[in-house]
């Protein structure tokens, strides 16, 4: 079975901090990976999207992908009251006709 | 208007009832998805579709049906309502290309008694 798993948390880090998330992958063959931002009572919403080796920055947002140690991150520089939500991280995986496979996801506070 | 749609937003229902969950989208997508949601689990993979012809079950489909109305429109139902569907249910879409991002709608929160 495809797994992906996340620090359930929550994990908190005051203002202005780096808050880092990792979530891990079974399966040695996976391509492209998702980072989801889910604020409390609301729907998912992609903030990262990596699927080679090494970092993606978007902004205050950075994706780290290494696929031999089959893990993905995603660090939030500057961290703002208004990033504390549920970060969800999502692997497609080889043969899975395109579906994603969720991880439950870390939940963030930041904190004032 | 929002481009992802699900009526009703909050529903309760009773033991051995059926329900029927809508979504519908304006984003010209043909790829379709549900999933429910459940604290500590994440999201998961009831049925999905990715043309009006082309219907497949996902992770946990037992219990559930889907019909694919239009390209736009794909809706679930629960023949007999259990307490354990209790849950968040999202529909999301996707466009088929190489990143094939998923947008979600806002979701519909069900509550079985």
């Known amino acids: 079975q495809k797994e992906v798993e996340q620090n359930s948390g929550p994990l908190s880090v005051p203002e202005g901090a780096i808050a880092s998330l990792n979530c891990t992958y079974s399966?040695?063959?996976?391509?492209?990976f998702f980072w989801y931002r889910q604020y409390s009572g609301k729907s998912p919403e992609l903030i990262m999207f990596?699927?080679?080796?090494g970092d993606k920055e978007d902004g205050r947002f950075t994706a780290q992908l290494n696929k031999a140690s089959q893990y993905v991150s995603l660090l939030i520089r500057d961290s703002q009251p208004s990033d504390s939500a549920t970060y969800l991280c999502?692997?497609?995986?080889?043969?899975?006709?395109?579906?994603?496979?969720f991880g439950s996801g870390t939940q963030l506070t930041v904190l004032p | 208007d929002a481009d992802v749609t699900q009526t009703p937003r909050n529903r309760i229902t009773k033991t051995g009832k059926r329900i029927m969950l809508e979504c519908s989208q304006t984003?010209?997508?043909?790829?379709m998805y549900w999933y429910r949601q459940d604290p500590g689990l994440g999201l998961r993979l009831i049925y999905y579709?990715?043309?009006?012809?082309?219907?497949n079950k996902g992770e946990i489909s037992d219990g559930y049906s889907v019909s694919r109305q239009a390209q736009a429109k794909f809706s679930l139902s629960l023949e007999s309502a259990i307490p354990n569907q209790t849950a968040l249910y999202f529909c999301?879409?996707?466009?088929?290309?190489?990143?094939?991002?998923?947008?979600f709608g806002p979701g519909t929160r069900l509550l079985v008694l």
């Open positions: 999301a879409t996707s466009d088929g290309g190489y990143q094939e991002t998923q947008y």
């Open positions: 399966d040695r063959g996976s391509q492209s």
């Open positions: 990596i699927y080679s080796n």
């Open positions: 999502a692997v497609r995986y080889p043969g899975s006709a395109r579906q994603l496979t």
């Open positions: 984003k010209g997508h043909d790829r």
């Open positions: 579709s990715f043309d009006v012809k082309d219907i």
